[in-house]
């Protein structure tokens, strides 16, 4: 068992991240959000809140990343993401609860987000994390017209 968890914390994204978070997003999406989406989420978008997920020893090395907005009571889940590499070490679960304690602070009391049908790792980690399955949205994907899962969890 992969002793990293207990070396992990996480930071607000800066826009010197968003080189490496992009790797990472090109690896992990069929339809990747560019580097121009990143920034103008970190400098134009007042809602916006982007995590990144570092191993404190090796701060200069991003291991994830995770965004939402917060709209008044609501937080909408944008992307998680683990870099392949270190995947099932639980740095997304760290990483989703992580967010939700931001979007706590913000004043959110509840939380939302849409997964594909076929994605049984993301899946899995919302529902054991306290997401419930409310709804469908039919082709929500682009790139193969897959439905969308909303996923909802109270936050209080
Ligand atoms: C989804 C994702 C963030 C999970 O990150 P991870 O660090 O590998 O997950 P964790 O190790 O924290 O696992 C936490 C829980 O998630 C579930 N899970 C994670 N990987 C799983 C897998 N391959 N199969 C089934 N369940 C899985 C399990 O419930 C697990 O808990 P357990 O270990 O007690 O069984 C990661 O797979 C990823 O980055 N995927 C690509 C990007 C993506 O699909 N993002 C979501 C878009 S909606």
Known sequence: ?????????????????????????????????????????????????????????????????????????????TNIAIAPNHRGKRLGEFLLLSLIARALTKGATAITLEVRVSNTPALKLYEKIGFTKEGIRKGYYQDNNEDGIIMWKKLV
Request: glycine share 2%; aromatic share 10%; proline share 5%.
């Open 1 to 77: 068992m992969s002793d990293l968890i207990s070396k992990v914390t996480t930071r607000d994204m800066v826009l010197d991240d968003v080189d490496k978070v992009i790797e990472i997003e090109n690896q992990c999406f069929p339809i990747p959000w560019s580097p121009y989406a990143f920034r103008c989420e970190i400098l134009d978008n007042n809602f916006a809140n982007y995590l990144v997920l570092i191993n404190k020893e090796k701060p200069e090395e991003i291991l994830g990343y995770a965004g939402m907005w917060v709209i008044l009571d609501e937080a909408h889940v």
